[in-house]
């Protein structure tokens, strides 16, 4: 946090920052793997439904989900973990981001963002299997909101004028947003092109989910690392943003254009247009690369 900040509240921030650590490291892993076998055991029992219609229409479905019941037990744990891996790194530079050191704002923001994106991630599973047979709350929003609590009260907190942090607040949602949509919808390109029952040969509109795939992917590492980036006020870190964004856009307008069951991809258009929109008003660059301290 900039040094220009009361010491109180860098206190009160570097605070929420350590109380959501030890939740990263003492609570978070334990939701993501209680998750895990509830969302499995839907999978399952809609794979069994899908395959007692005995259509074709419904064994492709079957076999769709037979690889994304895999990909659930793999990215749950995998998120999980790196939850806590970030906890761990925010208790380390506790001390140094309440001394004001400015690699430390960057590094502190990308460990919050993990939780952040982790649980946006494993809300739409659990919310198609769980939450559709059974109702309840998405633990998965917990895991959220331990990450976007303190993301948001270190951006929002640190001394500033009301243009900063109406900058800061917009640009940083939406990177998190951005990374977290194009990781998910990666995800779902890679168990259409991977899990479909005609593979290795590709089915009618399946090569387009190589792009949806590793360019949404792409997307996400690029934009994951312009948080990092950007919180230390690097100009490599809005080259990341608006190279990622473009990324976004391009491979999820063309995977939406082929593949249009959903809106997913092109929601992914629509925040790569609003960030890179975002990045090219003059003020916004200009803030996000200088310290204003009000």
């Known amino acids: 946090m900039l040094l220009s900040t009361s010491r109180q509240v860098r206190l009160a921030v570097v605070t929420l920052v350590v109380i959501a650590a030890i939740l990263m490291i003492a609570v978070i892993p334990f939701i993501g793997f209680d998750m895990v076998n509830p969302i499995v055991q839907g999978q399952q029992a809609r794979i069994e439904k899908f395959k ?16 994304t019941v895999w990909l659930v037990s793999f990215f749950y ?6 939850s806590l891996a970030a906890g761990i790194a925010l208790l380390v530079i506790a001390k140094d981001l309440y001394n004001g050191e400015k690699w430390a704002r960057g590094f502190a923001l990308l460990c919050l963002a993990i939780p952040a994106m982790g649980g946006a991630y494993m809300i739409v599973p659990w919310m198609n299997f769980v939450g559709s047979v059974k109702g309840g709350f998405p633990p998965a929003v917990i895991i959220m909101s331990i990450g976007l609590i303190p993301y948001f009260a270190l951006l929002l907190l640190e001394k500033g004028d009301w243009m900063q942090k109406v900058v800061d ?15 998910a919808n990666g995800h779902a390109a890679f ?19 190589y792009v949806g795939w590793l360019g949404l992917w792409i997307s996400a590492a690029l934009t994951i690392a312009a948080i990092y980036l950007l919180g ?3 100009l ?9 964004a ?27 247009v609003s960030l890179v929109v ?3 008003i003059p003020v916004f660059k200009q803030r996000l690369l200088k310290e204003y301290s009000g």
């Open 246 to 272: 473009w990324v976004a856009i391009i491979a999820g307008g063309a995977t939406h254009y082929v593949r249009h069951a959903t809106n997913d991809y092109l929601y992914n258009v629509l925040m790569g």
């Open 232 to 234: 230390n006020r690097k």
């Open 169 to 183: 607040f917009l640009v940083f949602l939406m990177l998190g947003v951005i990374s977290a949509e194009s990781f």
């Open 77 to 82: 744990p995998f998120w999980s973990v790196l």
């Open 52 to 67: 007692a219609e005995g259509t074709p229409e419904m064994a492709v479905q079957a076999a769709l989900l037979e690889l």
């Open 191 to 209: 168990r259409i092109l991977y899990g479909h029952p005609k593979r290795p040969l590709f089915a009618e509109d399946i090569s387009i989910t």
């Open 278 to 280: 975002m990045l090219l």
């Open 236 to 244: 490599s870190g809005w080259y990341y943003a608006y190279i990622g």
